[in-house]
């Protein structure tokens, strides 16, 4: 049978890259599927500086590095988006793509992650995506060099990439609704800059604009407000990426993935790790935790000719 392996991986971040590696250096006939940037999210982050080993590193640097030593390793990098998993029998499993390309494997490995959640209530904010409405400033922020731009959100993520859009927009407008939840540290960094307004009880409520967003509409405090802003980044948190799930009793309630101490879901030889799980801290470091204790487990399970 062709496109056949030993394991299949879907998704591209450290726990899946991490779970590859694992698995190609004990001879594993391995790939892994991304349909998007191979790192996942951590790819999209300007710097990193709680990763064991690097006092600063870009999230893309990171991802590069996994990703190579992984397929150093002989692990096998296939491109597209999974559409669903079929059990085919207790040893064999199917993993179809949007391509509608099939491949088979032992055992197979969800490491998908999660995807931005989408700011719904600000009017406009579907109507100008990828035209001033972007998820990534690592990835976008230098098309508004020079502009005005606004971030959304009060945490980590969006006080970590603020001083790296800083660098390049003329000026960058916080919008904080619900409170700072960010790290003290991180939130410290960005009152340094100059062109960093933070708005705290606040929040945008629409977009202007005509072929791309030109101003927003935006409550601050008691007041209703504009201001000019070329590009907004919503920064206020992430679902799970599971919607290609067919058997629901695999996830809980929020969608995420439920698996026991091996990292496997109730449906025998399909794992889960990352994000995209039931758990308390999501990490770089417990991502990779994940990957290598999936990857362990199926180790010792797939006895090699």
Do not use: W
């Not at 490491?111 to 406009?124: C, D, R």
């Not at 945490?155 to 603020?162: K, Q, T, V």
């Amino acid at each position: 049978m062709s496109n056949k392996y030993d394991v299949i991986i879907i998704g591209a971040g450290p726990a899946g890259l991490t779970a590859a590696l694992y698995l190609s250096r004990n001879d594993m006939n391995v790939a892994f599927i991304e349909g998007y940037v191979p790192g996942g999210k951590m790819a999209e982050q300007s710097k990193i500086e709680n990763y064991p080993g690097f006092s600063f590193i870009s999230g893309i640097e990171l991802s590069t590095k996994m990703l190579e030593q992984a397929r150093q390793n002989g692990a096998n990098f296939i491109y597209g988006m999974v559409e669903k998993i079929e059990s085919i029998e207790d040893n064999l499993k199917k993993v179809v793509l949007a391509d509608k390309s099939e491949h088979f494997a032992q055992v197979v490995i969800i490491a998908t992650g999660m995807k931005n959640l989408v700011p719904t209530s600000i009017e406009g904010i579907e109507q100008f995506k990828g035209r001033g409405v972007s998820y990534c400033v690592l990835c976008d922020g230098a098309l508004y060099k020079n502009e005005p731009c606004a971030i959304i959100g009060g945490g980590n993520s969006a006080f970590e990439e603020a001083p790296y859009l800083a660098s390049m927009a003329s000026e960058v407008h916080i919008f904080v609704r619900d409170g700072i939840i960010a790290e003290k540290r991180l939130v410290n960094d960005v009152k340094k800059y100059n062109n960093i307004i933070i708005h705290e009880n606040s929040e945008i409520l629409k977009l202007f604009g005509t072929e791309k967003v030109e101003k927003v509409e935006a409550r601050v405090g008691d007041e209703i407000k504009e201001f000019k802003i070329s590009a907004v980044f919503p920064y206020i948190g992430f679902k799970p990426a599971t919607n290609f799930i067919e058997n629901k009793e695999l996830l809980d309630a929020r969608g995420f993935i439920k698996v026991d101490e091996n990292m496997e879901t109730m449906e025998k030889n399909i794992f889960a790790v990352g994000d995209v799980i039931v758990k308390d801290v999501r990490q770089i470091t417990t991502a990779t935790s994940d990957g290598t204790i999936a990857a362990k487990v199926i180790n010792s399970r797939i006895i090699k000719d």
